[in-house]
């Protein structure tokens, strides 16, 4: 389950509605953050008035004292979440980098370039594993005489892990040396 950073992360990439912040509020005080509007928050319903609704979240990131990560910062926060679950066997890889591609890389234009496809965020490679997947798995004949389509889906699965924590190792690390990205 995400936490109250991914949440905010999903929340300025445009996976959610104002009309999910009352959840994100509940999220915030289960983590153990308090402020009276953040209550009044939590305690709305997706149902209620989302002018109201929107107001009492940003009177709450105030009374907290958040500063929202702009949009690349949130995407790559989101993009280690779900690499976290594919790296810890917690979600298929295929699915977890289908979810990568649709709620963060293809949501904008933050990482592409005319040249190579999220090459700026190091993603070409594992973008690359997950294209290869989806083409074998609309496949009309086998690929290879030696392996059905599916079990080289599997060796790509595998080959995906091994790329998510090479992934994760060097954005970790750079996220470390020069603080550019929260973890």
Known sequence: MMNFKQQLANYILGNLNTSDLPKIGLIGLQSGLESESLIILAGLSEKDNLFEIDA??????????????????????????????????????????????????????????????????????????FDTCCELECADIPWDKEKTNNEWIEELKRDIIIEIENWLSYWGENQRRNGDFHQ
């Open 56 to 129: 009492y979240f940003k009177k709450a990131i105030e009374e907290l004292d958040i500063k929202l990560p702009e949009e690349a910062i949130a995407a790559i926060d989101l993009i280690n979440y779900y690499a976290d679950l594919i790296k810890n066997k917690q979600i298929d890889p295929y699915l977890g980098v289908e979810k990568i591609v649709n709620q963060v890389l293809f949501k904008n234009d933050l990482f592409k370039n005319e040249m190579f496809l999220f090459d700026s965020i190091g993603f070409q490679k594992i973008y690359s594993l």
